[in-house]
C-alpha cells in the first residue's frame, strides 16, 4: 500500500488525477471504477481540464460505477446516474454505451445485481477509485459486509443516512434507505485501487486502513490484502497515522 500524504484537498485531487491519467493513457480501452461522492469531485475537476488541454481521449475507455440509490429516478439530481454526468461524464468524450452505472429501479433489484455482477465479470477492471465512508464503508458496503460479497442491495447504516442528509435539503426522511452497489470481492478483482479521503472526519477510518486490524467491522481494511493500492489523503485525513 503505497500512502500519499498531501498538503491539502487540491493536492489530493491533482495526485490522485495523475494515477488514474497514467491508466488511461497507458492503455486505450482501460477498464476504470468510478466512485460518488464529495471527495472525487476534485479529481474529476482534474480530469475534465487534461481533457480540455491534452485532449486525453475515453472514446474506448469503459466505466463501471460503484453504487446507486434504490428507487430514487436516474433524472433525480442526486442519483449517482446524474451525480456521475453533470461531474464527469457529460464534459468527455466518453461513449455513454461504455459507461455502466447500476440500476436501482424496477422490480428486481436482485436481478439487476446478478446482470451487473456479470456485465463486472466481463471486463479485468485497470483501476479502481473509493471514497470511504466515516464509518470505513467503501462503495456502500457498510460494517458487517461480508468480504465475499458481490454486486448486492444493502440497507444503509445510519450514521451514511446521517452524513448523507446533506445531499437531500439536510433531510434524513428524504436520503434513500436502501442502495446497490459493487461487494468486496468485486471491489478486490480491481487490478489497481485508489482511495482519495480528506478532513479530519475521515482520520478513523484512515487510521482503522493502515494500522487497524483487518476485519469487517470497518470494511476499507480488507485494502490490506490487495497487491496494488495508492491511498492519496491530505494531512488532516491522516492526522491519526
Ligand atoms: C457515499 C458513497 C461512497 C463514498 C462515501 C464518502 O456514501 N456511496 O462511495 O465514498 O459516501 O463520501 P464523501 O466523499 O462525500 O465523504
Known amino acids: 500500500m503505497e500512502i500519499i500524504i498531501c498538503e491539502n484537498y487540491e493536492e489530493v485531487s491533482q495526485k490522485a488525477a495523475q494515477i488514474m491519467l497514467n491508466v488511461i493513457k497507458d492503455k486505450e480501452n482501460a477498464v476504470i471504477g468510478l466512485a460518488t461522492g464529495s471527495t472525487p469531485i476534485g479529481l474529476y475537476q482534474n480530469l475534465i481540464k487534461d481533457h480540455q488541454d491534452h485532449q486525453t481521449s475515453y472514446e474506448s475507455v469503459i466505466t463501471f460505477n460503484l453504487d446507486e440509490y434504490v428507487n430514487l429516478p436516474k433524472e433525480h ?82 450514521k451514511t443516512i446521517q452524513d448523507n442528509a446533506r445531499f437531500f435539503e439536510g433531510n434524513m426522511d428524504l436520503v434513500p434507505k436502501k442502495a446497490i452497489t459493487m461487494g468486496i470481492a468485486s471491489i478486490m478483482r480491481a487490478k489497481k485501487i485508489l482511495l482519495v479521503a480528506n478532513g479530519t472526519n475521515k482520520a478513523d477510518a484512515i487510521y482503522e486502513l493502515v494500522k487497524g486490524e483487518i476485519s469487517t467491522s470497518c470494511p476499507v481494511t480488507v485494502l490490506r490484502d490487495h497487491p496494488c493500492v495508492y491511498v492519496v489523503i491530505d494531512k488532516d485525513a491522516a492526522s491519526r497515522l
Do not use: K, W
Open 77 to 158: 439530481p442526486e442519483s449517482y446516474y446524474s451525480f456521475m454526468h453533470t461531474n464527469l461524464l457529460n464534459h468527455i468524450n466518453i461513449n455513454e454505451e461504455n459507461v455502466h452505472i447500476p440500476s436501482g429501479l424496477g422490480e428486481d433489484i436482485q436481478a439487476n445485481c446478478n446482470a451487473y455482477e456479470e456485465s463486472l465479470n466481463a471486463y479485468e477492471m485497470d483501476i479502481q477509485l473509493l471514497g470511504v465512508g466515516r464509518n470505513g464503508h467503501i462503495g456502500f458496503n457498510e460494517p458487517g459486509t461480508s468480504f465475499d460479497s458481490v454486486t448486492h442491495v444493502v440497507d444503509l447504516d445510519e
